[in-house]
């Protein structure tokens, strides 16, 4: 074990250009920087986390709350700030650490805003205060010189690689169901797109739809292995290129594809952008290897690191240990790069009981949640849960200490006919919430549509409860 213990060591301590790392540094700060001047520039700030009368929060993270008065404001100049110090290698220890706390700060204040590259970017933000993506080109360096590093040791470099090939390869897995390749939602999403320049009219092919259906699957799962062989390496990052450019043409993904473009170029040769640019260091040529020893320090450190990369890998299969469909019942769908595979139309009324009078009535949801927390909450099990005990908590303090809270939620997926997300006749006052699997979750029964349902459905309106406002 010793021995196998040393020969990983030296493996990983093997001296590579940083360069290439750089490049991911770039990318990582500048979408943050991005992130950050867009919300303060736009209604997002406001809507998303000041105006909220609740937030729905991730299990465990409740007592996450936004800052009072002008405090969200300051707190995404500082985000902007520190992004850009990292982006640029400036102050790089302190940029990097400020992005990461005001990123998961924000990121873990309201749950109806996940999205997986805000994941992906807070998973690089940690890794970023780990690897010392400043030792070369960077104002830091630039400024002192004993920052400078000729290399870095192999492992930061397979780390990143495996960070980025990870979206891939379980993007990929993900799309192995029967759904995806039966051709939904890609079928409707398509069919919404008509009007796409040249190409739009096509849409409504199904010879196109399987072909977007088959692409976008083998795109995901070749993707690391084409980008590891030397031989189809340029080709690969070629074919990737194309695809998120047109993914980024054709949906309303964010800042994700650009993002993912620059992240996938660690796959490429480590210097490539000294190569690009046709300038060199000589104090950055591979240097020999040299026996490392395998001291306590790394002992933890790369424990620390087995636990990392062990977690990244079963986390996005924990939806195995359950039954159902999880882009139904939404156990084990987020933090698993479960990209593009559902269109989910849902609807709900709340009814609240007061168990001493008898007294029952229907809460307006939209009293208390923004638009955009309506629909992450009536489509989500475990946040209706969270929503009922908001609102018997409000209830209680309006003078009504016992209530019953019942739902009548309806959702359609990738276009079946809508039916019961959840049991209505479950009192949600008494449901605790855990990472486990719901057995109130109606199991999805409705067959698949090759045709989608076409009424959408919409919160519906309802009179609100005296008190509940």
């Known amino acids: 074990m010793a021995s196998r213990a040393s020969r990983l060591t030296d493996w990983g301590t093997v001296p590579c250009d940083p360069a290439g790392m750089v490049v991911v540094r770039a990318a990582l700060g500048a979408s943050v920087a ?35 008065g002008v405090g969200m404001h300051v707190h995404f100049l500082v985000m902007l700030a520190a992004a850009v110090g990292v ?23 309201e749950r109806s805003i996940y999205n997986n590259h805000y994941y992906l970017q807070l998973l690089l ?67 919404a797109q008509t009007d796409y320049p040249v190409i739009g009219s096509l849409f409504t092919e199904e010879w196109v739809v399987q072909l977007f259906v088959w692409s976008g699957l083998l795109i995901d799962l070749l993707a690391v292995p084409g980008l590891l062989w030397r031989r189809t390496r340029v080709a690969m990052f070629a074919v990737l ?42 104090t950055s040529e591979p240097r020999a290897a040299t026996k490392a020893e395998w001291t306590a320090r790394r002992r933890f450190g ?21 039954s159902g469909n999880p882009s139904w019942t939404e156990h084990g ?18 009814f609240v009981t007061d168990p001493r ?67 209505p006749n479950v009192d949600l006052v008494t449901v605790q919430r855990s990472l486990r699997e719901y057995k109130w979750v109606v199991p999805l029964t409705e067959e698949y549509r090759h045709d989608d349902w076409e009424p959408t459905m919409g919160s519906v309106a309802a009179t609100p409860l005296p008190g509940a406002e």
Request: aromatic letters at 12%; a positive charge.
């Open 125 to 191: 933000a940690l890794l970023a205060n780990v690897i010392p993506l400043h030792c070369q080109w960077s104002v830091d360096a630039w400024r002192c010189p004993a920052i400078f590093r000729p290399s870095l040791p192999r492992w930061t470099l397979s780390l990143l690689r495996f960070q980025v090939g990870i979206v891939y390869f379980f993007g990929g897995i993900a799309k192995l169901n029967s759904d995806w390749l039966r051709g939904q939602p890609m079928r409707m999403w398509l069919k």
């Open 357 to 423: 009078t008898g007294r029952r009535g229907v809460v307006d949801v939209r009293a208390h949640l923004t638009p955009r927390q309506v629909v992450a909450m009536s489509r989500d099990p475990d946040l209706i849960v969270q929503f009922a005990h908001k609102l018997a908590d409000l209830l209680r303090q309006h003078g009504f200490p016992h209530v019953e809270i019942r739902a009548d939620a309806l959702a359609s997926l990738n276009g079946r006919q809508p039916q019961h997300l959840i049991d």
């Open 333 to 350: 769908q987020l933090f698993a790069w479960r990209m593009m595979l559902r269109q989910k139309r849902s609807g709900i009324r709340l």
């Open 87 to 109: 982006a640029v290698g400036l102050f790089y220890r302190a940029s990097a650490l400020l992005m990461l706390l005001t990123f998961a700060h924000a990121f873990l204040i």
């Open 34 to 68: 991005w992130f950050a001047f867009e919300t303060l520039a736009s209604t997002s700030l406001v809507a998303d986390y000041i105006a909220p009368p609740m937030h729905l929060t991730y299990l465990g993270f409740d007592w996450v709350r936004p800052w009072p």
């Open 241 to 282: 290129t194309l695809f998120h450019l047109l993914n980024s043409t054709l949906f309303t993904i964010g800042v994700f594809p650009w993002l993912m473009i620059a992240l996938t170029t660690i796959f490429l040769t480590p210097d490539w952008p000294r190569r690009l640019i046709r300038r060199s260091v000589p």
């Open 302 to 322: 790369a424990v620390l690191l087995a636990i990392y990369v062990l977690a990244q890998l079963a986390i996005p299969l924990r939806h195995f240990l359950s």
